[in-house]
């Protein structure tokens, strides 16, 4: 385990481009599942158009964004094109623990004025004397998802679960002349993650605190604990406070063949950033007990990139009606974390202790394999005034994978990650729908989307479902759009290592304004 001292108000800055791209090595650090689950969504982000029609495009190209869902979609266009699209959006969260819902708001303004969701290019080749009539290349940048969110959870836990018990279990084993003030917090803190690791950092914290004591304190090779409340049921208040997203950058090619056969590829560069500021309250301690409250703060910094490749294919079968097929290999993911911690606890005889090394850790990088994805899709001119386009994507969530990147590392935790997730996830379905009809220079869509659980034991888990409306008017020399996305997710959120989950559901509505600009 590594360390670094970050100074106040300093920050980090990640930029990726295609030259050090080559070169990158790919790992992951991730928990659980639910931040695999993370870093592998996307959602119907991008264009004002695609996603005013529900992101139902791979069949039908002639989108920046939908060149992301099938490669093979850039040769629809019939001219140069450049676009850029802006959005908002907020987020209203009911979490549900125990026997207490909670409900919070959340909105882009929060973190930033407005939020870049996708800008990009694509150069059009026409041919007169090949099969090989057309030919297209692009580089379109992509928001996958926005993290911004606020979520908080509260209620009485009734499963006799503590956070003093979180501390007590790291503990354990560790002696206690280690776990003593010798040269201040910042120094100990430092020396034990280096000596010993992150568990001796944990009981570090609780000793320091007094959240739990030596069962022998006279014994400087003590090695046993317990915690310094008393309790029957505790109260329990978990804050999230989160920024940052994922995004990509396709680099594509793609060609159509007598003017029926599209073919495409692209070569996928993602980044990851990701902030987490976790805080876990703990009282309602029976009037005997030492401890009377609790407050422990893990703030996690999350730093990311990975590649893939997706290749694609669309058939014209009859005059406006289409068919196609692409591929999404799977994601090599690098993530680097960083965590500062601090505590607070309040006693019962009016002392207060606030321990907060002024140290960052920097955990070893893991590696994150997302499942592959096959996407299908048909569409249809109607009129030759309006479309309709559908798509359907399997991807199976069982085959998420961790894995180290070091050679010696220790690969039980990870492997009994893995085999959990392999028995416990299943393959997600999601289909989108969507349709355009156009009035002159005024173009009206809509659509709709859903996808199920990757949970075998609770088909609600990790589900989403939405619809959207869009609006577009020709200029002449540019396109504006506009559209609306109404998304709901239900997902869970574990407090610490306590076993006990929250159900969070959110319901998002995001606005998003964009210009196509021909060239």
């Known amino acids: 385990m590594k360390y670094i001292q970050i100074k106040k108000n300093s920050f980090m800055k990640y930029f990726f481009t295609l030259i050090n791209l080559l070169f990158i090595s790919l790992h992951l650090q991730a928990q659980n599942f639910e931040d695999g689950w993370r870093y592998a969504q996307d959602n119907p982000y991008g264009t004002a158009r695609f996603a005013g029609m529900s992101g139902a495009f791979s069949s039908l190209g002639g989108d920046m964004s939908a060149i992301g869902l099938n490669p093979a979609g850039a040769t629809t266009f019939t001219t140069n094109r450049l676009t850029g699209t802006l959005s908002i959006f907020n987020n209203n969260n009911t979490a549900n623990y125990f026997d207490k819902s909670h409900g919070s708001d959340y909105t882009s303004f929060d973190d930033r004025f407005i939020s870049m969701d996708q800008i990009g290019a694509v150069w059009v080749f026409k041919s007169d004397v090949s099969d090989w009539n057309k030919i297209a290349l692009s580089i379109n940048f992509n928001k996958d998802a926005d993290y911004g969110n606020h979520i908080r959870i509260q209620g009485t836990n009734l499963t006799g679960n503590s ?86 950058i396709d680099f594509n090619i793609a060609g159509t063949y007598q003017n029926t056969l599209q073919l495409g590829f692209s070569l996928s560069v993602f980044s990851i950033d990701y902030t987490e500021s976790n805080t876990i309250i703990e009282d309602n301690y029976d009037p005997a007990s030492d401890l009377q409250y609790l407050k422990l703060r893990n703030t996690l910094r999350v730093e990311g990139n990975g590649i893939g490749i997706k290749l694609g294919a669309i058939y014209k079968i009859a005059p406006g009606t289409k068919l196609s097929l692409a591929y999404h290999s799977p994601q090599w993911l690098e993530i680097n974390e960083y965590m500062k911690q601090t505590v607070h606890t309040e006693m019962g005889n009016g002392d207060i ?54 050679a010696d590392a220790d690969t039980s935790y990870f492997d009994s990650l ?35 659980s990757p949970v075998k034991a609770n088909d609600d ?59």
């Open 353 to 406: 202790f606030d321990i907060s090394p002024a140290i960052e850790n920097e955990f070893a990088p893991y590696r994150i394999i997302t499942p592959s994805k096959f996407i299908i899709g048909a569409s249809g001119v109607i009129n030759k005034k309006g479309v309709i386009s559908i798509d359907y994507t399997y991807q199976n969530m069982g085959n998420l994978h961790f894995k180290e990147t070091e």
């Open 163 to 248: 956070v003093t018990n979180y501390f007590v279990n790291n503990a354990n084993g560790i002696k206690l002349a280690d776990i003593k003030l010798i040269d201040g917090y910042d120094d100990d803190y430092q020396w034990l993650g280096e000596n010993l690791g992150f568990g001796a950092q944990q009981a570090y914290l609780g000793y320091q605190s007094y959240i739990i004591n030596a069962v022998d304190p006279n014994n400087d090779n003590n090695t046993q604990y317990v915690a310094n409340a008393v309790y029957t049921n505790v109260n329990h208040q978990n804050t999230i406070n989160s920024t940052g997203d994922k995004s990509h």
């Open 418 to 452: 893995n085999d959990n997730i392999s028995n416990s996830m299943q393959a997600i379905h999601k289909l989108n729908v969507g349709g355009e009809i156009k009035l002159s220079e005024l173009s009206l869509r809509a659509g709709g989307f859903m996808a199920t």
């Open 461 to 519: 888990l990790f589900t989403s479902k939405g619809y959207s409306f869009g609006i577009g008017y020709d200029f002449g020399s540019f396109v504006l759009d506009m559209a609306y996305v109404n998304q709901n997710n239900k997902e869970s959120r574990t407090l610490l290592t306590l076993n006990d989950a929250a159900t969070v559901d959110t319901q998002q509505n995001r606005f998003l304004a964009g210009i196509r600009y021909n060239f």
